[in-house]
């Protein structure tokens, strides 16, 4: 048995009524990365999740840059590099009439800028270690966590603008299990449950804002397969294709070790719902493109599929909303409470990429919350500069990713920008920076630029 796939032991379970200072609702990167950042900064941290380890996620598995620096400040970079890992040095675009780019991330200048390339491996694998480096740190700090405890209430007090949350109940196992029910409370509670979290979900309810919207969250579907043809080792580019089946949405192959791929399919729910006539599932689509698309079915003839590799899951998309009743990409806080992550909808609506968000908005609620200046209550006034400060950081890059959504729904303008991009350099060099650095992204924006780049010969 892998390292990864041992059960972590998370010691005992606090006793009903329990109180501290902050409470961890899920223990997925964002919420393991935010219960790390609050026991660094001395707070007794409660961390709960669902689930127990190991566990599973649904997910494309690549780690980018901005990923790594938080992950490397926790001190889980040792641990992925000591296990099997696939190590991303570019991206290779592909588009539907056949034309690819392959924009490499050179590693030398992404570290003169201090940055890092990006890492793929498996979320079973990536998460164990987020979530046992986070027990370890947790537990060192006087918390506790608790796994296999599904959170099935949020406690709500007080009505208007004097309405706040107070923590949560719970049951070990679920919540029918026999289990009695267990209530914790702590001034501040970090909903981190992912798209569907019963913190952020409570935040949006009291405050009469949805919580859900299709033309905002994403289908994704993923498959792990062995022996697919023409990819590296342990070093290459991850693929991300756009084909005419699946236009809106793009198909990836992301090795994650060697010998295997994790293979899959994203597309808006939104669109989905459109394609209904054709009543095919995201699970359908992709089995077609394996089997009898002509670009990837050579390339599939000696591949297996690994059993019980096959999932869908959902990604809430960071795109910015049409008329938002109050803060975007969608209300993620309030006093007592702040989101991250998926709870906060903040996944990059080009790249699918949600991990980085999850944990840089983890380290932002540990900077917002002050153990002793806040230890009545998480006030609504830290909520507001909470969310103001996370658009302001991520509302940038997440508006620039929304256009470049929707203009690859632009079949024929995406075949011309790949096929333009294939035969220039400096455009594979702009989209290596866009990727890399979020300033670069302001300078892709600039109509000046786009003209130099994409129309002068
Ligand atoms: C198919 C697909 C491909 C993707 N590809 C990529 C990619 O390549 N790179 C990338 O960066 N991102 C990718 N993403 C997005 C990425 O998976 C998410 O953004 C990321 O997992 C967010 O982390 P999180 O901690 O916020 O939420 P999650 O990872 O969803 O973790 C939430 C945790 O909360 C727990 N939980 C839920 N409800 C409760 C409850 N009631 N009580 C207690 N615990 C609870 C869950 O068990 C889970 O462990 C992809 C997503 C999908 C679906």
Same mark, same amino acid.
């Given at each position: 048995?892998?390292q990864w796939?041992q059960p972590i032991d998370t010691g005992e379970v606090p006793d009903?009524?329990s109180n501290f200072d902050v409470i961890v609702v899920g223990g997925g990167p964002g919420g393991a990365a935010a219960a790390s950042y609050h026991a660094m900064n001395g707070c007794r941290v409660l961390m709960l999740e669902k689930a127990v380890w190991p566990r599973?996620?649904?997910?494309?598995?690549?780690?980018?840059?901005?990923?790594?620096?938080?992950?490397?400040e926790l001190g889980v970079?040792p641990m992925?590099?000591?296990?099997?890992?696939?190590?991303?040095?570019?991206?290779?675009?592909?588009?539907?009439?056949?034309?690819?780019?392959?924009?490499?991330?050179?590693?030398?200048?992404?570290?003169? *800028?201090?940055?890092?390339?990006?890492?793929?491996?498996?979320?079973?694998?990536?998460d164990y270690m987020m979530f046992k480096r986070a027990t370890e740190i947790v537990l060192e700090a006087d918390g506790a966590v608790i796994q296999g405890f599904?959170?099935?209430?949020?406690?709500?007090?007080?009505?208007?603008?004097?309405?706040?949350?107070?923590?949560v109940?719970?049951?070990v196992?679920?919540?029918?299990?026999?289990?009695?029910?267990l209530?914790f409370?702590a001034?501040l509670t970090v909903?981190a449950?992912?798209?569907?979290?019963?913190?952020?979900?409570?935040?949006?309810?009291?405050?009469?804002?949805?919580?859900?919207?299709?033309?905002?969250?994403?289908?994704?579907?993923?498959?792990?397969?062995?022996?697919?043809?023409?990819?590296?080792?342990?070093?290459?580019?991850?693929?991300?294709?756009?084909?005419?089946?699946?236009?809106?949405?793009?198909?990836?192959?992301?090795?994650?070790?060697?010998?295997?791929?994790?293979?899959?399919?994203?597309?808006?729910?939104?669109?989905?719902?459109?394609?209904?006539?054709? *009543?095919?599932?995201?699970?359908?689509?992709?089995?077609?493109?394996?089997?009898?698309?002509?670009?990837?079915?050579?390339?599939?003839?000696?591949?297996?599929?690994?059993?019980?590799?096959?999932?869908?899951?959902?990604?809430?998309?960071?795109?910015?909303?049409?008329?938002?009743?109050?803060?975007?990409?969608?209300?993620?806080?309030?006093?007592?409470?702040?989101?991250?992550? @998926?709870?906060?909808?903040?996944? @990059?609506?080009?790249?699918?990429?949600?991990?980085?968000?999850?944990?840089?908005?983890a380290?932002?609620?540990s900077?917002?919350?002050?153990k002793?200046?806040?230890?009545?209550?998480?006030?609504?006034?830290?909520?507001?500069?909470?969310?103001?400060?996370?658009?302001?950081?991520?509302?940038?890059?997440?508006?620039?990713?929304?256009?470049?959504?929707?203009?690859?729904?632009?079949?024929?303008?995406?075949?011309?920008?790949?096929?333009?991009?294939?035969?220039?350099?400096?455009?594979?060099?702009?989209?290596?920076?866009?990727?890399?650095?979020?300033?670069?992204?302001?300078?892709?924006?600039?109509?000046?630029?786009?003209?130099?780049?994409?129309?002068?010969?």
């Amino acid at each position: 048995m892998e390292q990864w796939e041992q059960p972590i032991d998370t010691g005992e379970v606090p006793d009903d009524g329990s109180n501290f200072d902050v409470i961890v609702v899920g223990g997925g990167p964002g919420g393991a990365a935010a219960a790390s950042y609050h026991a660094m900064n001395g707070c007794r941290v409660l961390m709960l999740e669902k689930a127990v380890w190991p566990r599973d996620k649904p997910c494309g598995d690549a780690v980018g840059g901005k990923s790594l620096s938080h992950v490397e400040e926790l001190g889980v970079l040792p641990m992925i590099e000591a296990t099997p890992h696939y190590v991303v040095d570019s991206i290779l675009f592909g588009s539907t009439n056949g034309s690819e780019v392959r924009v490499m991330l050179p590693k030398e200048s992404y570290e003169a *800028k201090g940055l890092m390339s990006g890492y793929a491996l498996p979320r079973i694998q990536f998460d164990y270690m987020m979530f046992k480096r986070a027990t370890e740190i947790v537990l060192e700090a006087d918390g506790a966590v608790i796994q296999g405890f599904s959170v099935n209430d949020v406690t709500v007090e007080g009505v208007g603008e004097g309405v706040r949350i107070l923590g949560v109940k719970g049951k070990v196992g679920g919540a029918r299990s026999e289990e009695p029910e267990l209530a914790f409370r702590a001034p501040l509670t970090v909903g981190a449950g992912g798209y569907n979290c019963p913190v952020s979900r409570t935040i949006t309810e009291v405050h009469g804002e949805p919580f859900r919207d299709d033309e905002h969250f994403c289908g994704g579907y993923r498959e792990y397969w062995e022996n697919v043809g023409g990819l590296g080792d342990s070093e290459g580019p991850i693929e991300i294709h756009f084909i005419d089946e699946v236009l809106p949405g793009y198909f990836w192959l992301f090795p994650v070790q060697k010998g295997v791929v994790n293979v899959g399919i994203g597309m808006l729910i939104s669109e989905q719902r459109k394609q209904k006539g054709k *009543k095919k599932s995201l699970k359908q689509i992709q089995k077609w493109v394996i089997e009898e698309h002509p670009r990837f079915k050579q390339r599939f003839a000696n591949a297996t599929l690994v059993p019980k590799s096959q999932k869908g899951w959902q990604l809430p998309f960071g795109s910015p909303r049409k008329n938002a009743p109050s803060f975007q990409p969608r209300r993620g806080a309030m006093a007592g409470a702040m989101a991250v992550g @998926d709870a906060a909808s903040l996944v @990059d609506p080009f790249s699918g990429e949600g991990i980085g968000n999850a944990l840089l908005t983890a380290k932002m609620t540990s900077r917002h919350f002050d153990k002793e200046l806040h230890s009545d209550g998480f006030p609504e006034d830290a909520a507001v500069a909470y969310m103001e400060d996370m658009w302001k950081e991520l509302g940038k890059e997440l508006s620039n990713s929304t256009k470049l959504q929707r203009l690859m729904k632009r079949k024929r303008l995406t075949n011309w920008f790949i096929k333009k991009a294939s035969k220039k350099k400096e455009i594979g060099e702009m989209m290596s920076e866009m990727i890399a650095s979020k300033e670069s992204q302001e300078v892709l924006w600039s109509p000046w630029f786009m003209f130099k780049t994409l129309i002068l010969p």
